[in-house]
């Protein structure tokens, strides 16, 4: 079985600032990274995964992730955040193969973005 | 290229009452999956189907059933409703060969009274 932690809960930041929305993972076997965007009143819309291949992973809208094994862990970034990126920001996992492939999601973390 | 898409958009029922959700994969998809989305939660996964069957099972009562049929359109039954199914219901569809990559529709929101 596999749990997916997010940190933090709520994440404000100002602006054009950089941000970092934090995920661990627990796993007993390796593991497909993902990261969700959900704006209000909306469904789920894929960020950027992780299947294997370079540790850094770039996704739309300016993100990207960086899979970290030893730390179990996927963190979300982006250089400078607009308005625009207010949303809720959900971390998930699924084990690897063409099989049924269901995912565990994490809590989320709220992105307030303040002028 | 129509991406995933669910009908209703909002619903409202009483409790004890039953509710169908439908929701149609994106175009060359065949894997519909089903997810639970309580206020201010992650989705929880509830089921996914695959050539007409269930293939996995989330931790969730057999009031929840679906279906999936020939198109790979799916349905999403609840009875014997309680005022906990208030959620957001999510489905998602896979392609054949990216089983692993979902993409979500707008979900239906059910409300509970």
């Known amino acids: 079985a596999q749990s997916v932690t997010q940190l933090d809960s709520q994440v404000p930041v100002f602006e054009e600032a950089p941000v970092e929305l934090r995920c661990n993972y627990s796993?007993?076997?390796?593991?497909?990274l993902f990261w969700y965007v959900q704006y209000p009143n909306q469904g789920l819309q894929l960020l950027l995964k992780y299947l294997s291949g370079s540790t850094l992973v770039k996704g739309i809208n300016g993100f990207e992730a960086e899979f970290n094994k030893s730390q179990t862990s996927f963190h979300l970034r982006k250089p400078s955040v607009h308005i625009s990126d207010t949303a809720e920001y959900f971390c998930a996992v699924t084990p690897p193969g063409n099989a049924g492939n269901m995912l565990t999601f994490g809590g989320g973390t709220r992105l307030m973005v303040k002028p | 290229d129509a991406g995933v898409t669910q009908s209703p958009t909002h619903l409202i029922k009483t409790r004890g009452q039953q509710v169908t959700l439908r929701c149609s994969p994106k175009s060359g998809h065949d894997t519909v999956s089903w997810y639970q989305q309580a206020l201010g939660q992650g989705p929880q996964f509830i089921f996914q189907?695959?050539?007409?069957?269930?293939?996995q099972r989330g931790n969730f009562p057999d009031r929840f059933s679906g279906h999936q049929f020939p198109n790979y359109s799916s349905e999403l039954n609840v009875n014997a409703l309680l005022l906990g199914d208030s959620a957001l219901y999510l489905c998602?569809?896979?392609?054949?060969?990216?089983?692993?990559?979902?993409?979500f529709g707008p979900g239906t929101r059910l409300l509970v009274l």
């Open positions: 189907y695959y050539e007409e069957e269930e293939r």
């Open positions: 998602a569809s896979s392609s054949p060969l990216r089983k692993e990559t979902q993409y």
């Open positions: 796993s007993s076997v390796s593991v497909y």
